[in-house]
Nanobody, 126 residues
Framework: QVQLVESGGGLVQAGGSLRLSCAASGDRFSNYAMAWFRQAPGKEREFVAAISWSAGTKDYGSSVKGRFSISRDNAKNMVYLQMKSLKPEDMAVYYC???????????????????WGQGTQVTVSL
């Protein structure tokens, strides 16, 4: 099993940038494909970005493509989400998620991930 802890959320003005981090512990991190999801109040949890175990494959939700970038450092057991040109509609709780898998297929459905962090709040002001 892997334990996930997000950090880096906060308040940012529209148009600004923020980098989220997710620290993994407990199991060999390179065995896991990772992803970021987000959930705004009253809405379903939404796919944001995914990355394969070796970072060879990445995928993004349509609403963040071109603005967000996912990366990982297997030596440090970390996964990151760099967010640029933030909009008020990006405001949500952001969750780090993991699933065992050393393939190159990215999964975009929350049901496909077995491990979740507690979330970090991102607030975007006008």
């Amino acid at each position: 099993q892997v334990q996930l802890v997000e950090s880096g959320g906060g308040l940012v003005q529209a148009g600004g940038s923020l980098r989220l981090s997710c620290a993994a512990s407990g199991d060999r991190f390179s065995n896991y494909a990772m992803a970021w999801f987000r959930q705004a109040p009253g809405k379903e949890r939404e796919f944001v970005a995914a990355i394969s175990w070796s970072a060879g494959t990445k995928d993004y939700g349509s609403s963040v493509k071109g603005r967000f970038s996912i990366s990982r450092d297997n030596a440090k057991n970390m996964v990151y989400l760099q967010m640029k040109s933030l909009k008020p509609e990006d405001m949500a709780v952001y969750y780090c998620a993991g699933r065992v898998g050393r393939d190159y297929i990215t999964r975009t459905h929350k049901e496909e991930y077995d491990y979740w962090g507690q979330g970090t709040q991102v607030t975007v002001s006008l």
